[in-house]
């Protein structure tokens, strides 16, 4: 039961324009969600979060955005660079138990 | 740094065989998770530890097992491998009280092929 969904599985981007990864869920318990990153032969890192409270956080070029009524959260990367090249998770905690569930991943390539 | 370590980082195998995949981390940090990365899947989480000789399912659990002797240990033995194991499996930690009121710092991966 996937409860966390990324759509797309890869995007492709001009450097210097703006990325958006979407992200749906279904598990309407979820009120928190986060964002991790990851490059090839290495573990994912967290990036940003946002809480079900806010619709709204922002962390320099990364800005996550939360509609709740549509279950749906998006990750903008402005202005998205070559650096950003990497597969981009959404997640999130379940409170009856000590998992985190995240999506399949959507792998970012920003053109020079 | 999280200060997490994972052995064997890459290992190739042969189906019926056991594997033992060892996360090592230097920060005393209560829980520590095992997931599988799959395309199409994402992260799932196969077992945690919420401390010494406590661990609990994840939601993928069958064919796996852990234990956890020392805070700073945490094993997955997959007691006879399988073709369907074969996956990029991460250790990770929570510096929060558990997995739902913090991010997660993940290790490097530890690559298993199972032939």
């Known amino acids: 039961d996937q409860q966390v969904k990324q759509n797309s599985p890869s995007l492709s981007v001009q450097e210097g324009r703006i990325s958006i990864l979407n992200c749906d869920y279904t598990?309407?318990?979820?009120?928190?969600f986060l964002w991790y990153k990851k490059y090839p032969a290495e573990g994912p890192t967290f990036l940003i979060s946002i809480s079900s409270i806010k619709d709204k956080n922002e962390d320099g070029r990364f800005t996550v955005f939360l509609n709740k009524s549509a279950k749906h959260l998006s990750l903008h990367i402005v202005p998205s660079q070559p650096g950003d090249s990497a597969v981009y998770f959404c997640?999130?905690?379940?409170?009856?138990?000590?998992?985190?569930?995240f999506g399949a991943g959507t792998r970012l390539t920003v053109k020079p | 740094d999280a200060g997490i370590t994972q052995s064997p980082r890459h290992k190739v195998t042969e189906t019926g065989t056991p594997v033992t995949l060892r996360c090592h981390q230097t920060e005393n940090h209560r829980y520590m998770y095992w997931y599988r990365q799959d395309p199409g899947h994402g992260l799932r989480l196969i077992h945690y530890?919420?401390?010494?000789?406590?661990?609990d399912k994840g939601e993928v659990s069958d064919g796996y097992s852990v234990s956890r002797s020392k805070t700073e240990d945490f094993l997955l033995t997959l007691e006879s491998a399988t073709s369907s194991q074969t996956s990029v499996y991460f250790c990770?930690?929570?510096?929060?009280?558990?997995?739902?009121?913090?991010?997660?710092?993940f290790g490097e991966g530890s690559r298993l092929t199972v032939l």
């Open positions: 530890s919420y401390g010494v000789k406590d661990t």
């Open positions: 598990n309407s318990m979820f009120d928190y």
């Open positions: 990770a930690i929570s510096i929060g009280l558990a997995a739902n009121t913090g991010e997660l710092f």
């Open positions: 997640a999130a905690p379940l409170y009856n138990n000590n998992d985190m569930r």
